[in-house]
């Protein structure tokens, strides 16, 4: 059964930059498109950027677009969303999520089905 691991978050001043992590056990991640969600206090859980099984194709939200890039290395089971220019907007608890079944990134992101694998999240505050 796929398992997934985020880390990589923390405290960060406003401009600053963190790369997330998301590494996967017991399965293999080839098969799964993967996204990135995130979910601030009292609001609803929000795709921010998904990417396909060959990281070929990616999505980012709005929100992101130009500041965030989403990776994956299938050889070592991992994906990765490096952010920069971190605003205190960006303050969440980051998710990802997995899907075995074929679909676009943006269709990934789009909203939370409840077929999805996620992890258990990891917590990126930004502040001064």
């Known amino acids: 059964q796929l398992r997934l691991v985020e880390s990589g978050g923390g405290l960060v001043q406003p401009g600053g930059s963190l790369r997330l992590s998301c590494a996967a056990s017991g399965a293999t991640l080839d098969y799964y498109t993967i996204g990135w969600f995130r979910q601030a206090p009292g609001k609803e859980r929000e795709g921010i950027s998904c990417?396909?099984?060959?990281?070929?194709?990616?999505y980012y939200g709005d929100s992101v677009k130009g500041r965030f890039t989403v990776s994956r290395d299938n050889a070592r089971n991992t994906v990765f969303l490096q952010m920069n220019s971190l605003k205190p907007e960006d303050t969440a608890v980051y998710y990802c999520?997995?899907?075995?079944?074929?679909?676009?990134?943006?269709?990934?992101?789009?909203?939370?089905?409840?077929?999805?694998?996620w992890g258990q999240g990891t917590q990126v505050t930004v502040s001064s």
């Open positions: 990417i396909s099984r060959s990281g070929g194709i990616t």
């Open positions: 999520a997995a899907r075995i079944r074929l679909l676009t990134p943006q269709a990934m992101c789009a909203r939370v089905t409840g077929n999805e694998s």
